[in-house]
């Protein structure tokens, strides 16, 4: 179906071009042809072809959409129609304000297909958007012209002091009981709060942040987000915008109510950012001060949903495909809040995902679609959890059960209940290693021979920041850096030590990305006599190392000589034996 809606557009085109008399019959049949064996837009061909030039293609595109043709090089945009769009949105989404009439603003975009930009951009500046076409080179080159300095927090800040006094009188105090709902809204949607919102935003996806946090304390605002496991503070914003900056976030999910700030409550915002779904996962909670509001950023670039890019030793890959490929039994993946359980997972579920394979999962949140599975989030407000889930899941026939937690004894047996019956169950549960994810489930109460016969492995986990390859430096440690991941500087003799210098690449942090470190632990017959026997953790751990399962403190040493991360990431999450 999505094929022939592709071919109409392909035809309507290539229609628009000939009436234009800008292009045969033939030259139309030939890009046709090409599209059909290689893919690619139709005008991009004939342009290659350079049977028509890109002004052309711009005209052409314009007319199909319905839009006009913005003329941007000899344009002058006057500077209060510029101001209407932040530089980091602009160049963001790749986008030109034009003119602003009758409530409308009208802006200049190159590719006409892209009504999600329109979309976004009329969410995130609440008004009117209407769409005109230029070429992707006209766009840089105003973009540079009017936009040549990016707006910083804060320019912003400054902007808003002019009507500081103003707002600080308007807005209510934090912790009063009661709130003018008309004056809050209307703060709400100012233009300067928008912006600001905006900025923030856009800053933090840009610099790859996992949250966002709004913070309000007895005398400040503070604005802080997560990059690669670690906070980082922005320029506070003034103390008496909280409630606004809080309230335009729960308008732009438009299932928050502005006006409860007693309880807890949770929302969603999907954006689109140059062309590239994000997802805000949204949760305020009450505070002393005000509303504490965390913002989870799911950026699907961001997430690397392919096994071969989770970072995996060969060995571990080797065994890692080796659990994956069981026919039955239990798999499952433990570590805190946040080493990433859940990506590891779906990569898992995306590579064994097969038109010959049903797949369900329930989850809390689905963070992901992954298409071809049949994904199902938990709703314990209407008594969806997931041991319920559980129970219903085993009359859908499927092959491949993926349960987000295993967090109480109904869910565990549930899962081992599925096991038993020929199906592969992977799982998460909070444990510190591998070998502690045994005890964990009995602990839940679960009997210790069906865990026993169900559990095929355990992946432990933890991620650490990878150097910047840009400014990658070798160096000498010192003694007190080996000592603390226990060794000495014998032990190490002929190795090498790097670390990041710092530079705009990094954002002078000198990491880039993340990696993981893996304790892959696959339950041989052994070790299945020690848990009937009765073993305990430290017995099992033993027994594991001595049938080659490596500590996440011993694959954080490997990463270190490989100069992939640094000695501090390793110390920091991982412990001595």
């Known amino acids: 179906m999505q094929q022939n809606v592709v071919e109409q557009r392909s ?46 293609l711009t005209r052409a595109l314009a007319i199909q959409a319905g839009m006009e043709v913005a003329e941007l090089i000899d344009r002058e945009i006057p500077p209060e129609i510029v101001e209407m769009i932040p530089a980091s949105m602009a160049q963001v989404y790749r986008v030109v304000p034009v003119r602003f009439k009758d409530g409308v603003l009208t802006v200049a975009l190159a590719d006409p297909t892209q009504l999600k930009t329109l979309d976004d951009l009329r969410f995130m500046l609440d008004c009117e958007i209407a769409g005109a076409i230029a070429s992707q ?142 997802d805000l996962r949204v949760s305020s909670l009450p505070t002393m001060f005000g509303e504490s509001v965390v913002l989870r950023v799911l950026d699907r670039r961001m997430v690397a949903l392919d096994i071969n890019e989770l970072g995996l030793r060969r060995e571990d890959m080797d065994s890692v495909t080796q659990l994956m490929r069981r026919s039955h039994g239990i798999i499952l993946c433990t570590g805190p809040t946040g080493c990433g359980k859940t990506t590891t997972l779906y990569a898992v579920i995306k590579e064994l995902n097969d038109v010959g394979v049903k797949i369900l999962t329930v989850e809390d949140p689905v963070e992901y679609d992954i298409e071809g599975v049949m994904q199902m989030p938990v709703r314990e407000e209407i008594g969806v959890t997931f041991s319920t889930t559980m129970r219903h899941f085993l009359r859908q026939d499927p092959d491949i059960i993926l349960v987000g937690e295993i967090r109480d004894r109904e869910t565990g047996q549930m899962a081992i209940q599925a096991s038993l019956t020929g199906h592969l169950v992977f799982s998460t549960v909070h444990t510190n290693d591998a070998c502690t994810a045994i005890t964990r489930l009995i602990d839940l109460g679960l009997e210790p021979y069906l865990i026993n016969a169900t559990l095929e492995g355990v992946l432990a986990q933890r991620l650490v920041r990878r150097i910047c390859a840009n400014c990658k430096e070798e160096y000498e440690p010192t003694p007190e850096a080996l000592l603390s991941l226990g060794l000495r500087p014998e032990d190490v003799k002929g190795k090498r030590f790097y670390r990041g210098r710092g530079c705009d690449r990094c954002n002078n942090i000198g990491y880039f990305g993340r990696m993981g470190l893996f304790e892959i632990l696959t339950i041989y017959d052994e070790l299945r006599d020690m848990m009937l026997q009765g073993a305990s953790t430290q017995e099992l751990r033993s027994a594991s190392r001595r049938l080659g399962c490596r500590s996440l403190r011993q694959s954080g040493l490997l990463a270190i000589y490989d100069g992939l991360t640094t000695i501090e990431e390793v110390s920091r999450v991982t412990l001595a034996e």
């Open 11 to 56: 035809e309507l085109l290539g229609k628009i071009l000939k009436d234009m008399d800008l292009v045969g019959e033939s030259q139309i049949q030939e890009a046709l042809a090409i599209q059909k064996e290689r893919g690619g837009a139709l005008g991009e061909i004939l342009v290659e072809r350079n049977y028509i030039d890109r002004d052309a």
């Open 137 to 278: 080179s006209d766009i840089d080159v105003t973009i540079q012209k009017y936009y040549s300095e990016q707006d910083d927090m804060s320019d912003i800040l400054k902007e808003l002091q002019d009507a500081d006094g103003e707002m600080a009188d308007v807005m209510p105090e934090e912790r009063s009981q009661s709130i003018d709902l008309e004056s809050v809204e209307e703060m709400a949607s100012s233009s300067p709060v928008r912006k600001l919102l905006n900025l923030i935003l856009l800053t933090a996806i840009q610099d790859r942040a996992s949250d966002i946090h709004f913070e309000p304390f007895e005398d400040e605002f503070k604005v802080r987000y997560r990059v690669d496991g670690v906070l980082y503070e922005m320029v506070p914003p003034p103390k008496h915008l909280h409630l606004a900056l809080t309230s335009r976030i729960k308008v732009m999910t438009g299932t928050m109510d502005i006006a409860e700030r007693r309880l807890p409550q949770d929302g969603r915002i999907e954006l689109n950012i140059a062309s590239n779904p994000v």
